[in-house]
């Protein structure tokens, strides 16, 4: 697979990762999150692979790709969280309650 090609698929993955994130998450731990999903180092041994979902093939990604993967991640990530609005839910006072503790009986 040529390097345009990987990259729209890694680029796809990635929009489609931060449709469904955790807000609660900082942004390292969700980029973790996103490498471990998208492109794992099975072996442990500093090689990322991607996993091709039409030949159900890995594919190794180089790492000026995984570099470009993790910039690109970020970048896109701190513009969703600054489209964000935090909703801060105010108390609302339907009706004041009545104490009968104060009646007498």
Request: glycine letters at 4%.
């Amino acid at each position: 697979m040529d390097e345009k090609k990987l990259w729209l698929k890694i680029s796809g993955s990635i929009n489609y990762y931060l449709q469904y994130y955790s807000k609660g998450l900082s942004n390292e731990d969700l980029l973790l999150d996103y490498m471990e999903y998208a492109l794992p180092d099975m072996d442990g041994d500093g090689v990322h692979t991607y996993l091709d979902k039409q030949t159900l093939e890995r594919i190794i990604v180089d790492e000026n790709m995984v570099d470009k993967a993790k910039a690109a991640f970020i970048e896109r990530l701190e513009k969703k969280r600054s489209k964000e609005v935090i909703v801060v839910e105010e108390k609302k006072v339907l009706a004041k309650v009545i104490d009968f503790s104060k009646y007498k009986r």
